[in-house]
């Protein structure tokens, strides 16, 4: 019962403190510069996941003498 809870605390926590997710996406370029078209003419594109974190505002840090 304890590993139970202990687990879904972990998961809970793990879940309020996950990054957000935004997908990604740039045309494929060839060898020889150009943008790369498929069969539907549309440019192939390269698409990634990447994590975005919030950004936390602080304080300056003082210079030092």
């Known amino acids: ?3 139970l809870i202990a687990l879904l ?3 809970i926590a793990a ?3 996950a990054a957000e997710e935004k997908k990604v996406c740039i045309d494929r370029v060839g060898k020889d510069g150009k943008v790369v078209v498929g069969k539907d003419g549309k ?3 390269d ?3 990447v994590k975005i974190h ?3 505002e602080g304080t300056e840090v ?3 003498k």
């Open 15 to 17: 879940g309020a403190f």
């Open 1 to 3: 019962m304890k590993q």
């Open 62 to 64: 003082p210079v030092k």
């Open 9 to 11: 605390t972990i998961t």
């Open 47 to 49: 698409c990634k996941v």
């Open 54 to 56: 919030k950004k936390l």
């Open 43 to 45: 440019p192939q594109q």
